[in-house]
């Protein structure tokens, strides 16, 4: 590939909270020929754009569909819930959901937690989006509880927040459309697994070129087994190794001498 040659980018999808940084930041460093666009969407339009075509992998909040949906789980984040600074819950390191029960817990419409049951009194009104939830906390309407990331995102100097014990949590995974696991994907799927630059896991490897059989080494000179001379190994025996066969005439004494 010539410098004037780029190829069609990965498209990469996160939602709010992740933060996506030191991955991309690995792909640009191994693939700088392929470009990475991120983009931010809202929690509950991630699987709606990766199924449409409109993302290559997303980085998504958990649950999603695995019937279409393939998701490699990456991490599990603690449950807090936010006040103001000056909130009674402040006085404890950890909050349970019985500390809530006579405060307003304000319910988002994009919250990502699964509940079976809100904990404290429901608010007359679902705010629309965290953010509005927010500002609801910091002019003293009610609590929030969110993933700490969240709370982390939509930090002001007015609130804090604290571990709420017992709360649902939120995972977040890499997901891709199943049907659409390219070698561009595997490569992510590398990145945020740790591989090295050289793994070849789960790509599709090559297969191996048969090896040619090893040549017979011919023995060398000095190991050619020394024949005796004048042909066969059963010639010589008679008057010891090494020596030339005797004459049998020569030694018989002579008649009548």
Do not use: C
Not at 162 to 182: D, H, K, Q
Not at 185 to 200: A, C, L, Q
Not at 224 to 250: D, H, I, L, Y
Request: aromatic share 4%.
């Amino acid at each position: 590939m010539t410098g004037s040659e780029v190829s069609s980018p990965f498209r990469l999808v996160y939602v709010p909270g992740v933060m996506p940084d030191k991955w991309v930041r690995i792909w640009n460093e191994r693939l700088p020929d392929v470009p990475l666009t991120l983009t931010q969407v809202p929690a509950g339009s991630a699987q709606g754009l990766l199924l449409g075509g409109d993302a290559d992998a997303g980085l998504v909040r958990l649950p999603v569909d695995r019937t279409v949906l393939s998701a490699i789980p990456l991490y599990t984040e603690r449950t807090v819930v936010v006040v103001p600074k000056d909130h009674l819950v402040t006085a404890v390191d950890t909050v349970s959901p019985e500390d809530l029960a006579d405060e307003i817990v304000l319910h988002p419409l994009d919250d990502v937690l699964t509940w079976e049951s809100l904990p404290g009194r429901p608010a007359l009104e679902r705010p629309a989006t965290t953010a509005d939830a927010i500002e609801l906390v910091a002019a003293g309407i009610g609590v929030l509880v969110v993933p700490l990331s969240l709370a982390r995102l939509h930090h002001r100097k007015d609130l804090t927040h604290r571990p709420l014990e017992g709360a649902p949590e939120s995972g977040v995974a890499l997901s891709w459309p199943e049907a659409a696991t390219t070698d561009r994907v595997e490569d992510f799927i590398g990145i945020v697994r740790g591989r090295t630059v050289n793994s070849t896991r789960g790509r599709t490897q090559q297969p191996a070129q048969e090896k040619k059989p090893a040549r017979e080494k011919k023995p060398g000179p000095t190991a050619r087994r020394q024949q005796p001379a004048g042909g066969s190994a059963g010639r010589g025996r008679r008057g010891g190794t090494g020596g030339a066969t005797r004459n049998p005439r020569r030694g018989r004494p002579r008649r009548g001498s």
